[in-house]
């Protein structure tokens, strides 16, 4: 093998030259690796984060700073951003071109428009006219405005719906857009403040509890004795997760789920918009049960006004703390990624990186976020804790129907005539829902289909329309409850279309981490989408999927196809 020569300083100059060369190499050293970082960039990106503190962590955080003030991530602005945090300036481009509503501008590349209009093109609002409504739209609003087809924004009774920057539009139509493109400040929703809680006996309990007056285990006896269950869509029995945590050996952490990025999904929002205060009581509760000085709360990016509204209250909450020595509250701001809403993706996002979910074990029980024993939790599952410790278990326990226990939160959108949050007893069919919570059917419409649990949870006929809806019940029939988030299809819609736009979900939030789940999202969308569908072989690459997959976004992604192939042959024969 022929080595190359490496020239060796020699005679009586050579060590005046090695001097001038290892000068050198210590110059080369101090400059940053890859691009140059511009003084005009950096002095800007430092205006931007004056007193924040340059944490890893808050990677994500300092790139909406950005994102906000310029539109858009332009490449220096990275570089400085990278400096500023001493990374790698690799490290903090992965992380942004991971999240959708960070937009990237290189040297030479155009800006995007200063305003962006999201319509959802979520199942609901496809349903509700939202495809019409994004080929029309771009035409009207001119080259000053850009359109894009978003995921689902969580606004699925307000079909369709839109974000005009950060404001939401509900019933969206072109003529509404225009008008919010007017003025687009983010309204908070009229609600129940601090005072107003307080006055109601709101944080009480927990002034019990830091008193003596109540002990952590006769909470933790509650939430297992009423039967709670994380209602993220996991069905986790709270009250065993909270011993699981206490065990661990301390400093201890809570990292709190609001992203809701499963399509059809609205309920946390809804709960957070009317009553946050019962959400921070029940949070507060459980962070002393278990021992925690720290709360991370995630809140996806489409809710800017809920999380506006959060941060007020939680503001007045501080200002006016009900107990002594409150835990320390970090809210953190998600970028626009389904696969956030799975829990140790979600804690990868938090500590500022990539949301890929963590291969386990161990458990983020064990090993969460920043290394430590980590108690997380859906926004919903925090929010009853207060009422079932204040009314006993036996309140929420003896509620349910068909055989079931407890209560349960059902986002209902799609063919009804009063689409929302519906609180309803556990075990309810979808029949009884529509008819008793949902004013019926709309007028037009029969009951053709339904999705129990979302995009994720399967598709299930009229036929299966007395089934009851709770953990459990469903899997039989190939289905889940998942966050009970249920869409109603009637017989002007088809099931085939239904699958196609779930698939082409799961392909997009896909984060590419495992082969089954990014190649076999694709595959799968490509298969269905062809006039006659290849149903051994869409069998086969489910299968992979499901049992290869590294978490429940390709485990679950062949739900709707698989339930098409068996309670729907009539669409694909």
């Known amino acids: 093998m022929n080595h190359p020569t490496i020239p060796i300083a020699v005679a009586s100059g050579g060590a005046e030259d090695s001097a001038k060369a290892g000068a050198s190499r210590e110059r080369k050293r101090q400059a940053p690796r890859g691009r140059r970082v511009e003084p005009a960039a950096l002095a800007e990106v430092q205006a931007l984060l004056a007193d924040a503190p340059r944490r890893r962590d808050l990677l994500i955080e300092h790139l909406h700073l950005i994102q906000d003030r310029y539109g858009c991530l332009a490449t220096t602005h990275l570089a400085a951003l990278a400096q500023e945090l001493r990374m790698a300036q690799a490290e903090v481009y992965e992380v942004a071109s991971f999240y959708h509503h960070f937009d990237i501008v290189r040297e030479g590349e155009t800006a995007p428009a200063a305003l962006t209009v999201r319509v959802c093109a979520g199942l609901s609002c496809e349903m509700a006219g939202a495809t019409a409504l ?3 739209l771009p035409a009207l609003l001119g080259t000053e405005v850009r359109v894009l087809a978003a995921p689902c924004i969580g606004r699925c009774e307000q079909a369709p719906a839109a974000l005009v920057g950060q404001q939401g539009v509900p019933a969206a139509t072109a003529q509404s857009i225009a008008a919010a493109l007017a003025g687009t400040a983010v309204a908070i929703p009229a609600h129940i403040g601090y005072d107003e809680y307080v006055a109601g006996g709101g944080y009480a309990l927990l002034g019990d509890c830091v008193a003596g007056a109540r002990s952590g285990e006769s909470l933790i006896a509650a939430l297992e004795h009423a039967g709670l269950r994380g209602l993220g869509g996991a069905g986790f029995p709270a009250g065993r997760k909270w011993r699981i945590v206490k065990a661990e050996a301390g400093p201890r952490l809570m990292a ?10 609205f309920k946390d929002r809804a709960y957070l918009e009317r009553d946050p205060h019962r959400f921070l009581e029940g949070m507060l509760l459980a962070a002393w049960v278990v021992g925690i ?3 991370y709360v995630y809140v996806r990016d489409e809710y800017h006004d809920a999380r506006a509204l959060l941060g007020t209250e939680l503001a007045r909450l501080q200002a006016a703390a009900p107990v002594p020595d409150l835990p320390t509250i970090h809210l953190r701001r998600g970028a626009g990624a389904y696969i956030c809403g799975e829990e140790s993706a979600m804690i990868e996002s938090i500590e500022g990186k990539r949301g890929m979910p963590r291969l386990r074990p161990p458990y983020v029980a064990q090993v969460g976020l ?3 024993p980590t108690l997380e939790h ?3 599952t925090l929010y009853w804790v207060r009422d079932i410790v204040e009314r006993g278990p036996e309140w929420f326990a003896g509620q349910g129907r068909h055989g079931r226990k407890g209560l349960r939160s059902f986002s209902v959108s799609g063919r009804v005539r009063e689409p929302g949050v519906k609180l309803a007893p556990a ?9 008793e919570y949902c004013g019926g059917m709309a007028d037009g419409h029969s009951l053709y289909g339904y999705l129990p649990g979302g995009a994720s949870g399967g598709i299930l006929p009229a036929a299966l329309g007395d089934v009851p809806l709770d953990f459990d019940t469903l899997q039989p029939h190939g289905c889940f409850i998942g966050s ?3 869409i109603v299809l009637s017989q002007h819609d088809s099931a085939v279309a239904a699958a196609r736009n779930t698939m082409r979900f799961f392909r997009d939030e896909s984060c590419g981490q495992c082969t089954p789940c990014r190649v076999g999202t694709a595959k799968a969308l490509q298969l269905i989408e062809a006039p006659r569908w290849d149903t051994a072989l869409l069998g086969e690459l489910g299968q992979v999927m499901r049992d290869a997959s590294i978490c429940g976004l390709g485990q679950a992604a062949p739900n709707p196809v698989d339930c098409v192939i068996r309670y729907f042959p009539q669409e694909i024969a």
């Open 256 to 265: 709190v789920n609001l992203d809701e990025g499963e399509p059809g999904t």
């Open 484 to 486: 009970a988030a249920v």
């Open 370 to 372: 920043f290394g430590r």
């Open 293 to 295: 000085r720290d709360i």
């Open 427 to 435: 075990g309810i069919t979808v029949r009884e829902l529509i008819a």
């Open 378 to 380: 859906n926004f919903e």
């Open 134 to 136: 994004l080929d029309k």
